[in-house]
């Protein structure tokens, strides 16, 4: 984004929505998690319900996690990226390269969570955070990392609750200009603070060239419909397009963080008949419902062309098991 953008898009958003890197987090599959190796608990205690799944490591597994963090095969930084680690947000490696003792008080620390099974402190904790109502997917709290997808993986498996763990997403930080769209966007895509504006695209927080595409196509649909005086329906959030715009205007502020798509924007309470399935099961439920409420949505659209009118997808019967996972 060229610097006379950024700062027309910081005057109107205001500076503190608009964000200049991605400090972003792994997110993991809840199904793969080890729950005989983690505990729910507050640090503390506090708060009346759970929020976090604990993963506690002994002295032993925690200096065998850094000692091979260490090693770890990193991404080297571009130049314009140099200025990331003096803004706050130092990724796990870094943070360990000032002292073996150093995430034990940063992003590992145990105080004030007591593991029930043994009823001590553990020597270290990795906390996950919900990242949905449905507690199918958690990030990985304050684990913003440089490591290449595969060490991240490799490394995070000496994490007991995390041997065999699956990822919606992958720890990363990269330059990267965005906004707090949840905070800024109205359902629209337009500025809450400038209507006569729209957003779209990777500066609204989607990930990835195929997401961002998507989002560019929405905010035209969107455009249009303000253009022959419409109200603006986007389609429903049980379709990967909708669930990306319903992330974009409707997650929570405080944790807002690009994502690309993927099954940990869907909310199981969304969909019908699933609470009693499988993971693969599921997944096909799910896809079987956004294929039928896509096609809903797109017969409510204006018709604009041949093009617009033939389908845009393949049926579900033509996609592979992999494909469906």
């Known amino acids: 984004t060229a610097f006379q953008m950024e700062e027309f898009l910081a005057s109107i958003t205001g500076e503190k929505d608009l964000y200049f890197y991605d400090a972003i987090a792994p997110i993991v599959d809840a199904d793969s998690i080890d729950r005989e190796s983690a505990f729910l608990g507050n640090r503390y205690g506090k708060g009346e319900e759970a929020a976090y799944l604990n993963c506690p490591m002994t002295r032993e597994e925690y200096y065998a996690f850094v000692d091979e963090l260490l090693k770890g095969d990193t991404v080297p930084p571009q130049n314009f990226e140099k200025e990331i680690f003096f803004q706050g947000c130092q990724p796990i490696e870094a943070i360990a390269a000032t002292g073996r003792e150093t995430l034990r008080f940063g992003p590992l620390k145990p105080v004030g969570l007591d593991d029930p099974k043994t009823g001590r402190r553990p020597y270290a904790v990795l906390q996950l955070r919900p990242e949905n109502k449905s507690l199918t997917a958690y990030n990985l709290v304050g684990f913003q990392t440089k490591l290449k997808w595969g060490e991240q993986s490799r490394l995070f498996k000496m994490i007991p609750a995390l041997r065999n763990a699956e990822y919606f997403r992958m720890g990363s930080i990269h330059r990267n200009t965005y906004a707090n769209s949840p905070r800024v966007l109205a359902s629209d895509l ?16 989607v990930e990835g060239y195929l997401e961002s595409s998507a989002c560019g196509i929405l905010a035209a649909l969107s455009i249009l419909s303000r253009m022959e005086k419409r109200e603006f329906v986007p389609p429903p959030k049980t379709t990967l397009l909708g669930s990306l715009h319903h992330f974009l205007t409707e997650s929570d502020p405080k944790h807002f963080s690009p994502m690309n798509a993927c ?11 699933v609470s ?27 018709a604009r062309s041949q093009a617009m009118s033939e389908p845009a997808f393949q049926p579900l019967t033509e996609l592979s098991p992999a494909e469906v996972q």
């Not at 337009?190 to 927080?205: A, E, I, M, Y």
């Not at 099954?263 to 008949?273: I, K, P, Q, S």
């Open 190 to 205: 337009s500025l809450k603070s400038r209507p006569d504006v729209f957003l779209s695209g990777q500066v609204t927080g």
């Open 263 to 273: 099954f940990a924007l869907f909310e199981r309470t969304w969909f019908d008949g």
């Open 276 to 302: 009693t399935l499988k993971k693969d099961q599921v997944r096909t439920k799910m896809l079987e419902q956004s294929l039928r409420d896509f096609a809903g949505w797109r017969e409510t659209q204006p």
